[in-house]
């Protein structure tokens, strides 16, 4: 089958609505899906809908939730995301925030109790359309170890970033702070694949290639050893500890059989580069971007998606006529 972006999401919407979402929420969240498979970003597109349907099923989030906006200090927006996903909270906090980074200079946002089961890019891309550099962190649940710890206490964490450029879209990019994210190794499993060496541990602690062993009772190791751990506890105070979210080492999922998102929080940073000393710093990211790719940077962070979503824009969004199928069954039609 081939749709429409605005098909895709249209459908994700009715399945996520007729599993006790609300219309306006399902929208937000459906779009973000449907934009992950517009991109290519496999791991978080269809892949993740049952985990959407048996975590809303599960009562673990309130899928009719709507979030509260406050402003505790000039530059800072507080959302209590209610229980609820995050791109509800976000899109809540949108235009305050971005009326906030123009008249401060910039605005921190500060999102507590929030599920994100997402891809981050979506995220923070419409801000650099609009000429702002965001920067965003996600804390989840305990999934790595660090520092030769022996349990799983920072989440897979990740961060993105983006910003504007004179001359083509905005540079974005986005990673977890585990060396592959979970929806990585969840997607080698369901493909019947084994994953590359030092991604991650099995329940004993010892080493594996088997994406089952990792996801069953294992951990994942952070990128680049005791560097990437910083990071990941550096998304942990940030996401959690400023936001008043919990903490991922806080989560009581297993008392909701089937709940697969994690219960935390969000940091999202957004700076106006016009109210700063650079000058035209839109105009001086192209000159580095142009430098980078003179120097041999083949690929920069984004240039695949843009590549695929052209195609996508183009062709339509190919989906396996079995997804399909599920996804008309969930959507009662
Ligand atoms: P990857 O390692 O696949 O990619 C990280 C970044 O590097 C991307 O911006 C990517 O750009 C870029 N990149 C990849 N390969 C190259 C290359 N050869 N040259 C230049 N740039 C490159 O991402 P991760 O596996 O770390 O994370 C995947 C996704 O998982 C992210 O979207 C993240 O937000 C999501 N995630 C979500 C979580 C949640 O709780 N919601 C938890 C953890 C992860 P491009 O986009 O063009 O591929």
Redesign the pocket.
Known sequence: MTLTESALAALIARAFERHGMSAPNAGLVAAVVAA?ER???A??GLLRLDGYIATLRSGWVDGRAVPVVTQPAPSILAVNAANGF?QVALAAVRDQATATARSQGLAAVCVSDSH??????PDIEPFAEQGLIALTM???RGRIVVWGGKRKVL??????FACPRSDGPPV?????????????VLKARVEGRSVPEGIGLDAAGAPTTDPAAILDGGALLP?GGHKGAGIAFMVEVLAAALTGGRFGFQDDSPSFPGAQ??R?GQFLLLIDPARGPGGDVPGRIAALVGVLREAG??????????HRRALALRDGIAIPAAIHAKLLALAGE
């Open positions: 992950a991109d290519g970003a791991s978080h995050a994100h089961f997402a891809a981050l890019w996600v804390n989840a989440g897979t964490n990740p961060m993105a974005v990019w986005d990673q977890a702070s585990s060396l592959r994210a979970q929806g990585e990128f998102t994690s935390a940077a083949q690929r920069m962070p984004g240039d695949e998606r843009h």
